[in-house]
T-cell receptor
Framework: DAKTTQPTSMDCAEGRAANLPCNHS???????VYWYRQIHSQGPQYIIH???NNETNEMASLIITEDRKSSTLILPHATLRDTAVYYC????????????FGTGTLLAVQP | GAVVSQHPSWVICKSGTSVKIECRSL??????MFWYRQFPKQSLMLMAT?????????EQGVEKDKFLINHASLTLSTLTVTSAHPEDSSFYIC???????????FGPGTRLTVL
């Protein structure tokens, strides 16, 4: 079973920041938080991952709470092309790292 | 970043035939790869772990004799759907973990339609 819970759907206005929450209250000390997104009929696209510290890359920022039981993915300036299902996943990394997908959040960016 | 490819991108076959789907890591080696299946409006479901040089490990409820997995080299894993039936119609996706980071890279998927 997936170890994360996410809202089923969210709306965001184009150009505004999209903040996608994720709960992972049973995360283990050595597990990372990964975020992927899937645009219709494509394979999942890696966005970002983190262990304890907040992370930022060219796509997004990841804010992880101090107790690591939840996190938020931030898309700073959402565009219509960011409309997708966003998956928050926890995993240990490495060659045997099985990523178990939950239901994800359907983010709809509105013009 | 690293690239994972799948072939074919889509396939239509008759009921009772077998279909082979290839997953390749194009610029890195992968001792393990993972196969997922996704039905319409559902999330990805992990089917099995493909292990280079040894037997695949199947998730509970996945028939190993129906979904044959062969990981013959460090860059290629194949999934063969044997005696396919319409209920096997789905989107099949593979992934491979990076050898140097904790990232995992996904292929573009293969759409299988069984008539």
């Amino acid at each position: 079973d997936a170890k994360t819970t996410q809202p089923t759907s969210m709306d965001c206005a184009e150009g505004r920041a999209a903040n996608l929450p994720c709960n992972h209250s049973t995360i283990s000390g050595n597990e990372y938080v990964y975020w992927y997104r899937q645009i219709h009929s494509q394979g999942p696209q890696y966005i970002i991952h983190g262990l304890k510290n907040n992370e930022t890359n060219e796509m997004a920022s990841l804010i992880i709470t101090e107790d690591r039981k939840s996190s938020t993915l931030i898309l700073p300036h959402a565009t219509l092309r960011d409309t997708a299902v966003y998956y928050c996943i926890v995993g240990s990394g490495g060659a045997t790292n099985k990523l178990i997908f939950g239901t994800g959040t359907l983010l709809a960016v509105q013009p | 970043g690293a690239v994972v490819s799948q072939h074919p991108s889509w396939v239509i076959c008759k009921s009772g035939t077998s279909v082979k789907i290839e997953c390749r890591s194009l610029d890195f080696q992968a001792t393990t790869m993972f196969w997922y299946r996704q039905f319409p409006k559902q999330s990805l479901m992990l089917m099995a772990t493909s292990n280079e040089g040894s037997k695949a490990t199947y998730e509970q409820g996945v028939e190993k004799d129906k979904f044959l997995i062969n990981h013959a080299s460090l860059t290629l894993s194949t999934l063969t759907v044997t005696s396919a039936h319409p209920e096997d119609s789905s989107f099949y996706i593979c992934s491979a973990p990076s050898p140097s980071t904790v990232e995992q890279f996904f292929g573009p998927g293969t759409r299988l339609t069984v008539l």
